[in-house]
Nanobody, 121 residues
């Protein structure tokens, strides 16, 4: 049974860093794309970063230069390194598996519980 579990969130001050991890069980990630979404309080969920099965990455404009998505197929895990955190990065972060159709990423995995990131000013 597929399960994605995010971890690594926490409360940090503006300018600090966090590294989020996503462990996947029940599904091999090697031939899949992956993406991190986030949902700020009171707002809709948004796509933050994606990584193709070949390792090509893409980012939302708001996180370019600050966030890095990576994957370790041997560990069946996805990561999001975040630096220079801002209060507007406060959100619940979710990882997903999916596919690309052209340049568009489509998540097709179950949603995990997410991990809360809170950035104080």
């Amino acid at each position: 049974q597929e399960a994605l579990v995010e971890s690594g969130g926490g409360l940090v001050q503006a300018g600090e860093s966090l590294r989020l991890s996503c462990g996947v069980s029940g599904r091999e990630i090697t031939f899949l794309a992956a993406g991190w979404f986030r949902q700020p309080p009171g707002k809709t969920r948004e796509l933050v970063a994606t990584i193709s099965r070949s390792g090509r990455t893409n980012y939302a404009d708001s996180v370019i230069g600050r966030f890095i998505i990576s994957r370790d197929n041997a560990k069946n895990s996805i990561y999001l390194q975040m630096k220079g955190l801002k209060p507007e990065d406060t959100a619940v972060y979710y990882c997903t598996l999916g596919t690309f159709s052209g340049a568009t990423y489509y998540a097709n995995s179950k949603w995990g519980p997410g991990t809360q990131v809170t950035v104080s000013s």
